[in-house]
């Protein structure tokens, strides 16, 4: 399809998935509550901006991040680039993988502590908690918990290793840390999950382990390809949860040496 | 006008600030693993730009039309205390914002193309379209009923951990009985969700209604919403799955 076609489409799928809201918005605000829009014509501006935003968003993902995430899957998993050790085995074994899983926990990292949601949610947290639990000790915990989600997910697309069997176990271990942390900390660790998981973070990380399934043999896009967001939402529950953990124990370390 | 400009400025920031980590960690792989030439990185470069403005508009936008006007609506719903009403409008915001949460657009039509390369589903645009708009809608009416649950867990008082506990146990069990191939997309739609559109105007709700409720505190409440939100899209597109 010609550039100018498909982005005069994808105007028109964004206005068509932007009208209902703004509908529904209409007329609860006209019936329900029997007010007339306040500032009509600066809401028909915003949505014409939400609009026009979206389909730019979109042909700018489409085209240029997402094949970008699958090609980088591809070029890291490539037997000329594993070496020769890869070539010779019919299926290399998955530690020869090890330059994904660095990109992958590089990628959960960064984005996680650039994310200006959780630097709200720390400074907050901070203040509520009385300084107990730290701005940055929270982002590191958070970047850590997305990065080793991640890069987990990718060794489980390799091994193809089934997705259920981790997310139960890492509920269980969820479970199992919420008796054990401090109360402070559990409503922050299961929101934290939520937070980092971005709209330009999300499409990136599903083109990565989608590649991932592509070129690693015996994995298929559809069965192993997705997962990677599940693990980057759950991780970072478990990393919050034992950051609690560890700086009560911390702090009872450090009182008991005082006294 | 030069209040209008600043705003757009900031968002263009925060913009470049979610993007500007996935440009340079690619940036160094692509040149000191991959060892490619700088030339490679014009695609990275010309789509990054156009995600950037793209994303800054439609933020900007959603705070000058979305934003304000649903915040109101919330807390005068709340304050009017119709339930009707109140469990109605949960149920379009949840199913409204989610339609048009970018992400998801994304991910559902990476999921059509997949399932039609595999052959789960027909190898036409048609089916495509029609396979990712069933996944969209599937996320959006689980998110719709979940903020209906959240409202009314926050009426009745209903316990948050048992609701969540006995969600995931139905995850479990749907899982078993669920066809293979959906079962990597149900569980990715549950974080897909929780992003740009649907956060705000959900936190929103949720603290407009535990601040008309005596007794009720704001940041616990509105915190249920988004965890039941990233937990119904999970078993709903599983069901979803299994009628396909």
Same mark, same amino acid.
């Given at each position: 399809? *010609?550039?100018?076609?498909?982005?005069?489409?994808?105007?028109?799928?964004?206005?068509? *998935?932007?009208?209902?809201?703004?509908?529904?918005?209409?007329? #609860?605000?006209? #019936?329900?509550?029997?007010?007339?829009?306040?500032?009509?014509?600066?809401?028909?501006?915003?949505?014409?901006?939400?609009?026009?935003?979206?389909?730019?968003?979109?042909?700018?993902?489409?085209?240029?991040?997402?094949?970008?995430?699958?090609?980088?899957?591809?070029?890291?998993? *490539?037997?000329? #680039?594993?070496?020769?050790?890869?070539?010779?085995?019919?299926?290399?074994?998955?530690?020869?993988?090890?330059?994904?899983?660095?990109?992958?926990?590089?990628?959960?990292?960064?984005?996680?502590?650039?994310?200006?949601?959780?630097?709200?949610?720390?400074?907050?947290?901070?203040?509520?908690?009385?300084?107990?639990?730290?701005?940055?000790?929270?982002?590191?915990?958070?970047?850590?918990?997305?990065?080793?989600?991640?890069?987990?997910?990718?060794?489980?697309?390799?091994?193809?290793?089934?997705?259920?069997?981790?997310?139960?176990?890492?509920?269980?271990?969820?479970?199992?840390?919420?008796?054990?942390?401090?109360?402070?900390?559990?409503?922050?660790?299961?929101?934290?999950?939520?937070?980092?998981?971005?709209?330009?973070?999300?499409?990136?990380?599903?083109?990565?382990?989608?590649?991932?399934?592509?070129?690693?043999?015996?994995?298929?896009?559809?069965? *192993?390809?997705?997962?990677?967001?599940?693990?980057?939402?759950?991780?970072?529950?478990?990393?919050?949860?034992?950051?609690?953990?560890?700086?009560?124990?911390?702090?009872? #370390?450090?009182?008991?040496?005082?006294? | 006008?030069?209040?209008?400009?600043?705003?757009?400025?900031?968002?263009?920031?925060?913009?470049?600030?979610?993007?500007?980590?996935?440009?340079?960690?690619?940036?160094?792989?692509?040149?000191?693993?991959?060892?490619?030439?700088?030339?490679?990185?014009?695609?990275?470069?010309?789509?990054?730009?156009?995600?950037?403005?793209?994303?800054?508009?439609?933020?900007?936008?959603?705070?000058?039309?979305?934003?304000?006007?649903?915040?109101?609506?919330?807390?005068?719903?709340?304050?009017?205390?119709?339930?009707?009403?109140?469990?109605?409008?949960?149920?379009?915001?949840?199913?409204?914002?989610?339609?048009?949460?970018?992400?998801?657009?994304?991910?559902?039509?990476?999921?059509?193309?997949?399932?039609?390369?595999?052959?789960?589903?027909?190898?036409?645009?048609?089916?495509?379209?029609?396979?990712?708009?069933?996944?969209?809608?599937?996320?959006?009416?689980?998110?719709?009923?979940?903020?209906?649950?959240?409202?009314?867990?926050?009426?009745?008082?209903?316990?948050?951990?048992?609701?969540?506990?006995?969600?995931?146990?139905?995850?479990?069990?749907?899982?078993?009985?669920?066809?293979?191939?959906?079962?990597?997309?149900?569980?990715?739609?549950?974080?897909?969700?929780?992003?740009?559109?649907?956060?705000?105007?959900?936190?929103?709700?949720?603290?407009?209604?535990?601040?008309?409720?005596?007794?009720?505190?704001?940041?616990?409440?509105?915190?249920?919403?988004?965890?039941?939100?990233?937990?119904?899209?999970?078993?709903?597109?599983?069901?979803?799955?299994?009628?396909?």
């Amino acid at each position: 399809m *010609d550039p100018i076609a498909s982005t005069a489409r994808i105007v028109l799928d964004s206005a068509r *998935d932007v009208l209902p809201i703004a509908v529904f918005l209409f007329l #609860f605000q006209r #019936f329900v509550i029997g007010q007339s829009m306040p500032g009509g014509r600066r809401i028909i501006v915003g949505f014409v901006f939400v609009v026009v935003g979206l389909a730019c968003f979109l042909v700018g993902l489409e085209h240029a991040l997402f094949p970008l995430g699958r090609l980088m899957a591809k070029k890291l998993t *490539d037997p000329a #680039f594993l070496g020769t050790l890869a070539t010779q085995a019919a299926h290399p074994g998955w530690v020869q993988y090890y330059w994904i899983y660095l990109f992958a926990f590089a990628i959960g990292i960064s984005t996680t502590l650039a994310e200006p949601a959780l630097i709200a949610v720390s400074m907050k947290a901070n203040q509520v908690s009385g300084g107990a639990i730290g701005i940055w000790g929270l982002r590191v915990a958070v970047a850590i918990g997305v990065g080793v989600g991640v890069s987990l997910g990718c060794f489980r697309i390799v091994t193809g290793f089934p997705l259920h069997f981790f997310i139960a176990a890492g509920y269980v271990m969820v479970m199992i840390q919420t008796i054990f942390a401090p109360k402070v900390i559990v409503p922050l660790a299961y929101d934290s999950g939520g937070v980092t998981t971005s709209t330009v973070t999300v499409p990136l990380v599903t083109a990565l382990g989608l590649g991932l399934a592509e070129t690693v043999p015996g994995r298929s896009p559809l069965l *192993d390809g997705f997962g990677l967001v599940a693990f980057a939402s759950l991780f970072p529950i478990i990393t919050v949860l034992a950051y609690g953990q560890i700086s009560v124990l911390w702090e009872r #370390f450090t009182y008991a040496r005082q006294y | 006008m030069r209040e209008a400009l600043l705003t757009l400025g900031r968002d263009a920031l925060s913009s470049v600030r979610d993007l500007a980590p996935i440009v340079l960690v690619i940036g160094v792989f692509q040149i000191f693993v991959i060892r490619q030439s700088a030339a490679d990185l014009a695609p990275l470069v010309s789509g990054g730009l156009l995600v950037v403005a793209g994303l800054t508009l439609f933020i900007y936008g959603l705070r000058m039309a979305l934003f304000p006007v649903g915040e109101s609506l919330a807390f005068s719903l709340a304050e009017k205390g119709s339930v009707f009403w109140l469990v109605l409008f949960a149920f379009v915001l949840g199913f409204g914002t989610t339609i048009v949460e970018p992400a998801l657009i994304v991910v559902a039509g990476e999921a059509a193309q997949v399932a039609a390369e595999a052959q789960a589903i027909e190898l036409s645009a048609a089916a495509m379209d029609r396979y990712a708009l069933g996944l969209r809608l599937t996320v959006a009416v689980a998110v719709g009923v979940a903020l209906v649950l959240g409202v009314l867990r926050i009426l009745l008082n209903w316990s948050l951990p048992a609701m969540i506990i006995s969600g995931y146990l139905a995850v479990v069990l749907v899982t078993t009985i669920a066809p293979p191939e959906i079962i990597g997309i149900a569980y990715d739609s549950g974080g897909v969700t929780t992003s740009t559109v649907t956060v705000p105007l959900v936190t929103a709700l949720g603290i407009g209604l535990a601040s008309a409720i005596r007794d009720r505190n704001p940041m616990l409440d509105g915190f249920g919403l988004i965890a039941l939100a990233s937990l119904t899209p999970i078993l709903f597109v599983l069901l979803f799955g299994m009628l396909v």
